[in-house]
């Protein structure tokens, strides 16, 4: 597929007036990626929880947070959620230097244009401007084009974490890359 060219790809900051959108694009990735057998409550729970407005403006106010978006035309089409100085009982790696990358979403017609990728690299060295030496994340386990999309950019599988949301429970896979 043809690369998005930098020229066209801008990559900024989230502020508060961008929720709207956020979520939005953060629902239909979710449900493109994961819903591909129909919609059942637990969905609709999960997105209300933790997608909707208002768990949006959540992820932007909470301490430590950082949203870069990734846009196209003045439209949104990605956007990576990070949460700064967060560790995992996983990695021996302290809070302080570590760097945890919640939510990495590229809307579907965009897929393997790179933009992945960018927002990938704009994290890692937001997290190196920080003082963190390790960017990590959890992937679930069934989420093949995203554990090598990882693997392939010197990400490390560092072992099965657990997801709960509303009584059904998903093993995940912890990577991490680290630098110094
Ligand atoms: C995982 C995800 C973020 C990757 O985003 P993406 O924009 O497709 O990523 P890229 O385009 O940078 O790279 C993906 C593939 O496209 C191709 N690609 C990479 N750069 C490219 C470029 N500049 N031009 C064309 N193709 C490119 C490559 O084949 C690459 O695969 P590789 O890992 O074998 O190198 C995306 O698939 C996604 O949003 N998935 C749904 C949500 C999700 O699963 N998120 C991760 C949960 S932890």
């Not at 997105?47 to 196209?72: K, M």
């Not at 704009?122 to 090598?148: H, I, M, Y």
Request: charged share 25%.
């Amino acid at each position: 597929m043809t690369p998005v060219p930098a020229q066209e790809l801008v990559l900024r900051d989230a502020v508060t007036s961008d929720v709207p959108c956020l979520s939005v694009l953060a629902s239909q990735v979710f449900l493109d990626t994961y819903a591909t057998e129909g919609i059942t409550p637990w969905f609709a729970r999960e997105l209300e929880e933790h997608l909707g407005v208002a768990a949006v403006a959540a992820w932007l106010a909470a301490a430590d947070a950082w949203v870069v978006l990734a846009e196209r035309d003045g439209r949104l089409i990605g956007f990576a959620q990070s949460t700064r100085r967060v560790t995992h009982a996983l990695l021996t790696t302290p809070a302080a230097r570590a760097f945890e990358l919640v939510r990495l979403y590229v809307q579907r017609p965009f897929l393997g244009r790179g933009i992945g990728t960018a927002l990938l690299r704009r994290c890692e060295a937001e997290a190196k401007s920080d003082g963190a030496s390790t960017l990590w994340l959890t992937a679930w386990v069934g989420n093949e084009r995203a554990r090598r999309f990882y693997a392939a950019r010197g990400y490390v599988d560092r072992g099965a974490t657990t997801y709960t949301f509303d009584g059904e429970s998903f093993e995940n896979r912890l990577y991490a890359r680290q630098w110094r």
